[in-house]
């Protein structure tokens, strides 16, 4: 059975988190709890990072991302349950942390 595009994209990010240093991960987890929890960070210092000019392209992982943005904003609620799961077998510590400044921050 063919990978759906959802699918496709959860198996690339999934793939990419692999290789991420554990600063990246942190980075990540912060993108990940500003989108399923909005104004979890300080919007304020979040637009400042936004605004800086850059004299060199962006990183390979700030392409990363870019991309997961893109995609997750696409996904069900299911799809991005399914994405956790996968998290969880990955980096179980990850997800432990996930979890629990997302109830910290959500009260659930």
């Avoid at 912060?30 to 990072?49: E, H, I, Q, T």
Wanted: with cysteine.
């Amino acid at each position: 059975m063919a990978l759906s595009n959802t699918e496709k994209e959860m198996e690339c990010v999934s793939h990419w988190f692999r290789s991420w240093t554990t600063y990246q991960k942190e980075d990540f987890l912060k993108d990940l709890l500003n989108r399923l929890v909005p104004n979890y960070l300080d919007s304020l210092f979040s637009s400042m990072g936004a605004l800086k000019v850059k004299d060199k392209p962006p990183s390979i992982f700030e392409c990363q991302l870019k991309l997961f943005d893109q995609w997750f904003s696409q996904w069900t609620d299911a799809d991005r349950s399914n994405f956790i799961i996968q998290l969880q077998c990955i980096d179980p510590d990850f997800v432990a942390h996930f979890n629990s400044l997302y109830i910290t921050h959500t009260g659930s």
